[in-house]
Each structure stands twice: as structure tokens, then as C-alpha cells.
């Protein structure tokens, strides 16, 4: 069960994972009647909207649902990031309750204006903090956290070469951003690639530099900047219960 921000309402949501079928019963409909289960159990439940992650985006796309927000992975050089004039509000956060609900705070706002944001449970933002996996960085100002970094090392090729992987990268303002970049751009003595997984299309803008390390053209002279990936899918599965929840939005000038 979740609660989804559809255009600045929340909505409940529902979401399924971890379907399968026993090799001695595929193709005899299983996973269609588990799926068409699913969407009975959230319309009974009232929620307009159902999501997945697709184990095959075309067995889905025949069963109604539609294509989200693909994600777009960049790996660039930290000096391609820009480099601020400051990083002095950034901080390590840790597993104390002070920061626990300072992040969830801080997503919670990011989530109020973010159409397709998920809310997250004060569990998920504590085991977030508590993964040992993470490094996580807070912008704080006047006591507040307005943007935070979470982010783990991924190895090269040899013990010599090592990437930031970004997890999650969430900011409230201008300041918060640039601080938070000015961190992952002044590891360049000893960090090959930032890699960054977003749905922010208009991401390669903030880069000084948005060529990853495939050195592809695109024809005729396009230089390759991230990979994109289609993922997660959505289906409306109550049209009058969603359009009624959005009574205040203008759709086009339509009734």
C-alpha cells in the first residue's frame, strides 16, 4: 500500500512485486490471473492507481499499463560538476532521531511539490540511515536539512580506481544543490566516475561536461551522455475515482 502525490494530491496507490510461476506451469495463465487478482484487490480498496517494476515491459503493456518516467544513468567526472563557492552547510548525517526526522522532513517537502513521489515511512528513512552501504550527506541551514546526499563506492578495475554511485539526491533550493555538487566535485584526486540514476531530463544542464565514458556519437555528431532505462509502469484502474480526486486540475480546457 502507498500514497502517491498525483498533480499535488495524495492518492492511494497500489504495488505488487515478487510475482512468479513454477517451471512446470508456465504458460497456463498464472501470472495473469495473480496480476488481474491484484487489480480486483486494490479497486476493492479504492485506489485509483496500481503500479509495477516489469519483469517484461511487453507482458504488462498487453494487461493495460502504461510507461513511467524512464531513468536516465549519467557517469561523469566529478570535475564536470560545478564547482560552488561553499560546502560549508554540508554535513555527514547519522542514525540519531534529530536527523531521522530532519531527512523525513526534508523528503516530505521535496514530495509535496514532486508529481509521482512516493511517500516514505520513518522505517524506510531509518533503515536508509542505518545501511552500511551508505554515506549520507545533509545541507543544513539555521537547524534545518534542506537537501541530502545518500551514496556508496562502486570498484573499478583495480583497487586503485573507485566511483561515487548516487543512491538519492534530494534539495530544496539552489544553495542546498550547489553545496551538495561542490562535495562530489572536489573528490576528483581519487574518485574516477560520479554516477548519478535520475528522472530529471533536463539534468545534462548542470554539467560542465555531460559526455560518459563510452566515447559514442550518435550521427551525426551527438555525444553520448547517460543511458536511459524504461521501468517502472503504471495503470489507472478507477478513470472516474482519479478524475474526481482531481476536480481542481484543468485538463486542456476539457470537462
Known amino acids: 500500500d502507498f500514497v502517491?502525490?498525483?498533480?499535488?494530491?495524495?492518492?492511494?496507490?497500489?504495488?505488487?512485486?515478487?510475482?512468479?510461476?513454477?517451471?512446470?506451469?508456465?504458460?497456463?495463465?498464472?501470472?495473469?490471473?495473480?496480476v488481474t487478482y491484484f487489480l480486483r484487490h486494490y479497486r476493492e480498496r479504492g485506489a485509483p492507481i496500481v503500479m509495477l517494476y516489469p519483469f517484461r515491459p511487453d507482458f504488462y503493456k498487453k494487461m493495460g499499463f502504461g510507461y513511467g518516467t524512464k531513468i536516465n544513468q549519467y557517469?561523469?567526472?566529478?570535475?564536470?560538476l560545478p564547482k560552488g563557492a561553499s560546502r560549508a552547510h554540508v554535513r555527514y548525517l547519522n542514525k540519531?532521531?534529530?536527523?531521522?526526522q530532519a531527512v523525513l522532513d526534508?523528503?516530505?517537502?521535496?514530495?509535496?511539490?514532486?508529481?509521482?513521489?512516493?511517500?516514505?515511512?520513518?522505517?524506510?528513512?531509518?533503515?536508509?540511515?542505518?545501511?552500511?552501504?551508505?554515506?549520507?550527506?545533509g545541507y543544513e541551514k539555521d537547524g534545518r536539512i534542506m537537501g541530502y546526499l545518500v551514496f556508496g563506492f562502486d570498484k573499478g578495475e583495480n583497487v586503485l580506481l573507485n566511483d561515487i554511485h548516487v543512491r538519492e539526491f534530494v534539495y530544496e533550493?539552489?544553495?542546498?544543490?550547489?553545496?551538495l555538487l561542490t562535495f562530489l566535485h572536489v573528490q576528483a584526486d581519487q574518485i574516477r566516475h560520479i554516477i548519478f540514476d535520475t528522472q530529471d531530463e533536463y539534468f545534462h544542464h548542470l554539467l560542465l561536461?555531460?559526455?560518459?565514458?563510452?566515447?559514442?556519437?550518435?550521427?551525426?555528431?551527438?555525444h553520448e551522455s547517460n543511458i536511459q532505462g524504461v521501468g517502472i509502469m503504471y495503470r489507472v484502474i478507477d478513470v472516474p475515482g482519479i478524475l474526481g480526486l482531481l476536480k481542481e486540475r484543468n485538463f486542456g480546457g476539457q470537462t
Do not use: W
Open 4 to 34: 502517491m502525490n498525483f498533480y499535488q494530491v495524495r492518492v492511494a496507490a497500489g504495488g505488487v512485486g515478487g510475482i512468479a510461476v513454477d517451471l512446470l506451469h508456465k504458460k497456463e495463465h498464472v501470472a495473469k490471473e495473480m
Open 75 to 80: 557517469r561523469v567526472k566529478p570535475t564536470a
Open 96 to 100: 540519531s532521531n534529530d536527523d531521522r
Open 106 to 137: 526534508c523528503y516530505n517537502r521535496f514530495l509535496d511539490r514532486t508529481h509521482g513521489l512516493i511517500e516514505k515511512s520513518a522505517y524506510e528513512i531509518k533503515r536508509l540511515l542505518e545501511n552500511p552501504k551508505h554515506r549520507i550527506l
Open 173 to 179: 533550493s539552489q544553495e542546498a544543490l550547489s553545496e
Open 209 to 222: 561536461d555531460p559526455r560518459n565514458d563510452s566515447t559514442r556519437l550518435v550521427p551525426s555528431v551527438y
